[in-house]
């Protein structure tokens, strides 16, 4: 069996591990050959150390260098766009269709059986595919991507979402569920959630455990239009007796900012567990951002918090509180963030030992791959 995965995140980059990575993984896993495309290299990719490298490995030799072996059965593609898809520079209906123009010969020219596809800028190369089944892996809502996406990308992927395009729409939430379908009712949508990578966010063996912090706290992901930076600096003058480490990639104004709200930069994937370890609590500091909220249920970083032993400590807006539960404490302005945070602590140094052990195996990613893997089975017989 062949898959062809388009997502976003690169594996030779590192960074970030995103769920198609770990759906990419889990088919290799399971005896499938597989194709992963991240985003698209453009000529503008000459700022940014893996931008860079992105660009050398798309445009630098032949196809043969476009094509790097990842673990057995699964292959990374990097390909050539003579664009980006941002908005200063896919602003046209004519770009979409051209903007992968240059996918090559070897997955165009494939039979796949299976085809699934991120809700993201690579969803375009989806009409040069050929594939048994297409599925959309409803992960974000397609206008939540409005600052950095110009509407006539942003409309062609919600109109892709809600076509017949997709033999099936894997919903990564509730609402999610709800969108598709309300975009098309006709549609197939199965609800599946995001999940932990196991083998990474575990506990350490407790022969070497990890000191955590007094008093810690940590955010880890991007410097988004939802992350409330500012939020946090009030907080940090409120809990001036805590630390607060920020772990993102780029580099935000620091004017302002208390001596205990720390900028980490970003954090390499095989230090991630060692530095979630060393905190007491995980921080979603999330605010509204063009409505995008009521489509968040559970963050990634959400799993990666609880299965490292932490706290969680989040602003309560849209569909957290719905997905995350009783396993946050919220708080909405500094004062109850604040309270949020103290909670956090209290609420994990309460959970029984085995407490992240348990989450992990419910919620592993090797679980959901398996709900995955059922439903291919079921689209392809």
Not at 129 to 150: E, M, Q, S, Y
Not at 223 to 242: E, K, N, S
Request: with cysteine; glycine share 8%; net charge neutral.
């Amino acid at each position: 069996m062949r898959a062809l995965v388009l997502g976003t995140q690169s594996f030779i980059d590192g960074g970030t591990k995103v769920g198609s990575q770990h759906l990419a993984q889990a088919l290799a896993a399971a005896g499938w050959a597989v194709d992963y495309v991240p985003t698209l290299s453009s000529p503008m990719d000459v700022i940014g150390r893996q931008r860079h490298a992105r660009l050398a490995r798309a445009w630098g030799g032949g196809l043969r260098e476009r094509s790097v072996g990842i673990s057995p059965g699964l292959t990374e593609w990097s390909v050539q766009s003579f664009f980006p898809a941002h908005r200063w520079f896919l602003r046209w209906p004519w770009q979409l269709k051209a903007y992968g123009h240059r996918c090559p010969a070897a997955l165009r020219n494939v039979q796949f059986d299976a085809c699934i596809a991120d809700v993201a800028p690579n969803m375009l190369l989806l009409h040069q595919i050929t594939a048994h089944a297409k599925v959309c892996r409803l992960n974000d809502w397609p206008r939540g991507f409005a600052r950095d996406l110009h509407p006539v990308l942003v409309n062609a992927l919600e109109s892709m979402v809600g076509s017949a395009c997709f033999d099936e729409v894997w919903a990564v939430s509730q609402p999610l569920a709800e969108y598709a379908h309300a975009l098309n009712p006709q549609a197939r949508v199965e609800q599946i959630p995001n999940g932990v990578e196991a083998s990474m966010l575990v506990p350490l063996s407790h022969d070497h455990p990890i000191a955590r912090r007094p008093r810690s706290a940590v955010y880890v992901g991007g410097l988004t239009a939802w992350l409330d930076i500012g939020l946090l600096a009030q907080v940090a003058q409120l809990l001036p007796d805590w630390t607060f480490d920020v772990h993102a990639p780029g580099a935000p104004p620091q004017h302002g900012w208390p001596a205990n709200l720390r900028w980490c930069g970003a954090v390499a994937r095989n230090e991630l567990p060692a530095v979630l370890q060393s905190h007491e609590v995980g921080l979603i500091p999330f605010r509204e951002a063009d409505g995008r909220m009521r489509y968040v249920e559970r963050p990634l970083k959400f799993y990666e918090y609880i299965a490292a032993g932490l706290g969680v400590a989040s602003t309560d807006l849209g569909a957290l509180r719905h997905g995350m539960g009783d396993l946050a404490c919220y708080g909405n302005g500094a004062q109850a963030f604040a309270d949020a945070v103290v909670r956090a602590r209290e609420q994990a140094q309460a959970r029984s030992p085995g407490f992240a052990d348990g989450f992990v195996q419910a919620h592993d990613w090797s679980a959901r791959a398996q709900t995955m893997l059922a439903r291919l089975e079921i689209l392809l017989a």
